[in-house]
């Protein structure tokens, strides 16, 4: 199971910090992870992290403003959320792949998901 959670409503320029708790299986072959869905949009990646090597994977609009982390003894991985925009909104989830290779962002590729923590950027 997977349980994202640290969504709620922020100002833009905030910040927020997501986590999400990890249970049910042993982790080192595995990557998380985040992905979101705005309102009539498709789901799309944000970021991934490989938990055996902590290999990271960012999507374009995110870089240099999310960060992404595991701490494995909690089986936890956070995703950092700073300089937040409007843009930035959405159902926001972590999902778990079996991989050994950089963390792809293609929703279609992941196996478990968990349920989504909604995040909303307005004044």
């Known amino acids: 199971q997977l349980q994202a959670s640290g969504g709620g409503l922020v100002q833009p320029g905030g910040s927020l910090r997501l986590s999400c708790v990890v249970s049910?299986?042993?982790?080192?072959?595995?990557?998380i992870g985040w992905f979101r869905q705005a309102p009539g949009k498709e789901r799309e990646g944000v970021s991934g992290?490989?938990?055996?090597?902590?290999?990271?994977n960012y999507a374009d609009s995110v870089k240099g403003r999310f960060t992404i982390s595991r701490y494995n003894a909690k089986k936890t991985v956070y995703l950092q959320m700073n300089s937040l925009k409007p843009e930035d909104t959405a159902v926001y989830y972590c999902?778990?792949?079996?991989?050994?290779?950089?963390?792809?962002?293609?929703?279609?590729?992941?196996?478990?998901w968990g349920q989504g923590t909604l995040v909303t950027v307005s004044s």
């Open positions: 049910g299986f042993t982790l080192d072959y595995y990557a």
């Open positions: 992290i490989s938990i055996g090597d902590g290999t990271t």
């Open positions: 999902a778990a792949i079996v991989t050994l290779e950089t963390p792809p962002l293609d929703q279609y590729e992941y196996d478990y």
